[in-house]
């Protein structure tokens, strides 16, 4: 089992630029989680996914960031236009509803830093 | 609307010696609790969890947390500390009835003495 894959792992963009953060869950997950982590302000729940739709994106920061899930094994999530303020590490993660417990498996992160 | 409280930002300890990590809930069901662990540039791995039964939980790396419904807490434990344990750890519940909204406490860091 690959895990989470996320890609690339590193990003460094410059402000005005748009930026695509891309994410593969665990095959057979049906829940799917884009994180974001700043020393601010810790970890925070941007939208997740269920079963292709999402169904809470109230942690969107801004319009600038929009979140896509095509199919089941596939999300994107986009900066249009990044600002500096976005750096951060951007975490993908997915679950499996069937499984006893809602153990959430995170991938590496994409650390984005905007210039 | 739940909460998770780490108290401690930092913590140092030699290694060897025990490692307790606090954690507080505030949450009014039952929760689902977990303890993740984040090394260096690295993604979270999941510790522990509990969600019924026992409680004490054991986990992975030598780790156990126990689950005090009375003082709302979920403290994670180590008897001894290895060098290797230097990370962020997080605290993290789970609406019992949604079952998808993961809250995450703000993290502790750890840093082992030789």
């Known amino acids: 089992d690959a895990g989470v894959i996320q890609s690339p792992r590193h990003e460094v963009t410059e402000m005005g630029q748009e930026v695509t953060l891309r994410c593969k869950p665990i095959s057979g997950h049906d829940y799917l989680f884009w994180y974001r982590q700043t020393m601010m302000r810790g970890l925070e729940l941007l939208i997740y996914?269920?079963?292709?739709?999402?169904?809470?994106d109230s942690g969107m920061p801004e319009d600038r960031f929009s979140a896509k899930m095509p199919n089941a094994s596939f999300s994107t999530l986009k900066i249009q236009p990044s600002e500096p303020r976005d750096s951060a590490v951007y975490f993908c993660a997915s679950r499996y509803s069937g499984g006893r417990y809602n153990e959430q498996f995170f991938g590496p992160g994409t650390r984005l830093t905007v210039l | 609307a739940q909460s998770v409280t780490q108290p401690d930002i930092h913590i140092t300890v030699s290694e060897g010696a025990s490692l307790e990590l606090r954690c507080n809930y505030s949450y009014g069901a039952t929760p689902y609790l977990f303890w993740y662990v984040q090394s260096p540039g690295q993604g979270l791995q999941l510790l522990l969890k509990y969600f019924s039964g026992d409680t004490l939980v054991q986990g992975i790396k030598g780790f156990e947390a126990e689950f005090k419904r009375s003082q709302s807490s979920f403290n994670l434990r180590k008897p001894s500390v290895h060098w290797s344990d230097a990370a962020e750890y997080f605290c993290?519940?789970?609406?019992?009835?949604?079952?998808?909204?993961?809250?995450f406490g703000g993290g502790t860091r750890l840093m082992v003495k030789p």
């Open positions: 993290a519940v789970v609406h019992s009835n949604a079952g998808n909204m993961l809250t």
């Open positions: 996914f269920n079963n292709n739709v999402p169904i809470d």
